[in-house]
T-cell receptor, first 110, second 118 residues
Framework: TQLLEQSPQFLSIQEGENLTVYCNSS?????LQWYRQEPGEGPVLLVTVVTGGEVKKLKRLTFQFGDARKDSSLHITAAQTGDTGLYLCAGAGNTGKLIFGQGTTLQVKP | NAGVMQNPRHLVRRRGQEARLRCSPVKGHSHVYWYRQLPEEGLKFMVYLQKENIIDESGMPKERFSAEFPKEGPSILRIQQVVRGDSAAYFCASSFRGPRDRGYNEQFFGPGTRLTVL
């Protein structure tokens, strides 16, 4: 059974601080997707990483895929209150379904 | 350029009734996935369909749950004789490519249907 361990589950920081969220697995994924979900809404795709060692940047967000394609991280620089939300990582294998981590609830305080 | 549409957004049913959840994928997407998000839990895969075919239903309970994606019209997730434990948010996602197609399989999610069983 493929599992994705996401940490931390909860994070409360002050505006301007940096943070990193981790997703780890013992399984290899063909790609890994990061989503953000607001209360009462569906997950919104932020980025897909495909190649081992790949780094993608989206403004203040930096996403990295591990060399072995088993783990990934999301780093936010100088967090803003608008970054508050639930962040989800999801691994894709060769069957079509996504395996989701438990999610990280981020609260950025002004 | 409409994204994935789901309706209804909220559904209230009494125990024993049937719930029908609808999903219209992104135009041009032929792969549809259903996920369930229980309170305080992560998203769990239920079923993967490609026009008129169920490809993988390994995450769907064997009884009371069924899914279809007809040639014409939306995908339907049907829950018969609902119980309180079925209360959850049900999300549909769609993708242009499937796992066997070249390239990676990005899934785009709808806003979900929140089912409450009284």
């Amino acid at each position: 059974t493929q599992l994705l361990e996401q940490s931390p589950q909860f994070l409360s920081i002050q505006e301007g601080e940096n943070l990193t969220v981790y997703c780890n697995s013992s399984s290899v994924f063909s790609s890994l997707q990061w989503y953000r979900q607001e209360p009462g809404e569906g997950p919104v795709l932020l980025v897909t990483v495909v190649t081992g060692g790949e780094v993608k940047k989206l403004k203040r967000l930096t996403f990295q895929f591990g060399d072995a394609r088993k783990d990934s991280s999301l780093h936010i620089t100088a967090a803003q209150t608008g970054d508050t939300g639930l962040y989800l990582c999801a691994g894709a294998g060769n069957t079509g379904k996504l395996i989701f981590g438990q999610g990280t609830t981020l609260q950025v305080k002004p | 350029n409409a994204g994935v549409m789901q309706n209804p957004r909220h559904l209230v049913r009494r125990r024993g009734q049937e719930a029908r959840l609808r999903c219209s994928p992104v135009k041009g997407h032929s792969h549809v996935y259903w996920y369930r998000q229980l309170p305080e839990e992560g998203l769990k895969f239920m079923v993967y369909l490609q026009k008129e075919n169920i490809i993988d239903e390994s995450g769907m309970p064997k009884e009371r749950f069924s899914a279809e994606f007809p040639k014409e019209g939306p995908s339907i997730l049907r829950i018969q004789q609902v119980v309180r434990g079925d209360s959850a948010a049900y999300f549909c996602a769609s993708s242009f490519r499937g796992p066997r197609d070249r390239g990676y399989n990005e899934q785009f999610f709808g806003p979900g249907t929140r089912l409450t069983v009284l």
